[in-house]
Structure formats: C-alpha cells, structure tokens
T-cell receptor, first 112, second 112 residues
Framework: DGGITQSPKYLFRKEGQNVTLSCEQNLNHDAMYWYRQDPGQGLRLIYYSQIVNDFQKGDIAEGYSVSREKKESFPLTVTSAQKNPTAFYLC???????????FGPGTRLTVL | SQQGEEDPQALSIQEGENATMNCSYKTSINNLQWYRQNSGRGLVHLILIRSNEREKHSGRLRVTLDTSKKSSSLLITASRAADTASYFCATAFTGTASKLTFGTGTRLQVTL
C-alpha cells in the first residue's frame, strides 16, 4: 500500500531526553513536512524539506532537528532544548508538481 | 505567523442539515485548501481552490473564495454523522507556495 507511516503512535519521554520520531513515505513525493498540533489548535510548521539533503526551518523550529538523507524518510528529533514538547506530531508529504499535502497518522508525544 | 482564523470554532447540527464554516486570512494567497481531521488522526485533503477561482464543488462539498475579503467558506450539504470531525483551512501564500499555514479549525458535530 502507498502512504505515509509514522512511528511510534504513542511515545513517552522523560524530561531532558532527546527522542526521534519516524516518518516514511512510499509515494515518491519530493517534499516532506513536520507539524506540531496542540489540543484544540491548528497545525504549526516545524521543518520542511523540498529535496534530499536540504531542509528549512518552519515557524517553530527551536528545540527540534531533522535530516533528509533519503527521499522516503524525514525523521524529527525533539531535543531537550524544546521547552514544551508534549503534543501531537504530524508528518506530511507532497509531490512537487502539486499543492496537496498527504498526512501520516501522527505520533502523540508525552513528556513525563 | 500568518495563521487563518476560522469561524465558528464549534458547530453542532443534525443529520441532513447543511454545515457552513468560514476562514479568513491576512495576505495574498496562491491557493486555499480545506482538510478534515478525525479525532486523534492525521489530516485528509478535501478540496483546493486557487486564487483565480471563486467557487468549486466536490460531491457534497462547496467551497467559495473571495480574495477581496480574504475569506473562504466550506459548505457541507446534507450532513451525515460520519462528517463529524474538525475542519481546517490552509493557505499557501504568494511566494511561499511550498508551505501551508493552517487555521485553528472548526469542530463539527453531526447528531442523528
């Protein structure tokens, strides 16, 4: 099946620990995105990548890092520098010739 | 950030009624998109309207765009219980076509 997968679905982390969220797509999409969603809120862009080995900061990049070594993968690391990391994280991808983004099922991160 | 504002924040209707949600934004756009999110899930693309279009239809969905008022509306006709979800508008601004800025969403509850 084609699509975007995110793992794990639920993630618990102790304060002070880094954690990496996985995002994989087999849609052959060029661009990939990471968003954060807080309860009752819209999505805010963390990082995005339009091609392999290149990525740009979004609106709330502080405390996060990404890599794009392969077209199909765009992992997000939530570092200990992120002051309030508990949130729902969504990954998306887009074919460069279109404007529509396709979303994964999300990872819910809770910091204990 | 240039986040869209949606109105109302929450809407409760009975099955069979129409639901109308509105979205306002601040600067010139390339296109405006509507997405749906079921509770705790990823977003699903519904419809895209370009800045040179005024109205678009897809099944029971009707989207209008008024660039002079910087606003859009999403109409769902003959609503069903399965339409219960949060609905988000997302704008792609002129010059930043690869990025979307999401509104805060409208939570729609359709009761039997």
């Amino acid at each position: 099946d084609g699509g975007i997968t995110q793992s794990p679905k639920y993630l618990f982390r102790k304060e002070g620990q880094n954690v990496t969220l996985s995002c994989e797509q087999n849609l052959n999409h060029d661009a990939m995105y990471w968003y954060r969603q807080d309860p009752g809120q819209g999505l805010r862009l963390i990082y995005y990548s339009q091609i392999v080995n290149d990525f740009q900061k979004g609106d709330i990049a502080e405390g996060y890092s990404v890599s794009r070594e392969k077209k199909e993968s765009f992992p997000l690391t939530v570092t200990s520098a992120q002051k309030n990391p508990t949130a729902f994280y969504l990954c998306a991808s887009r074919l460069s010739s279109t404007d529509t983004q396709y979303f994964g099922p999300g990872t819910r991160l809770t910091v204990l | 950030s240039q986040q869209g504002e949606e109105d109302p924040q929450a809407l409760s209707i009975q099955e069979g009624e129409n639901a109308t949600m509105n979205c306002s934004y601040k600067t010139s756009i390339n296109n405006l998109q509507w997405y749906r999110q079921n509770s705790g899930r990823g977003l699903v693309h519904l419809i895209l309207i370009r800045s040179n279009e005024r109205e678009k239809h897809s099944g029971r969905l009707r989207v209008t765009l008024d660039t002079s008022k910087k606003s859009s509306s999403l109409l769902i006709t003959a609503s069903r219980a399965a339409d219960t979800a949060s609905y988000f508008c997302a704008t792609a601004f002129t010059g930043t076509a690869s990025k979307l800025t999401f509104g805060t969403g409208t939570r729609l509850q359709v009761t039997l």
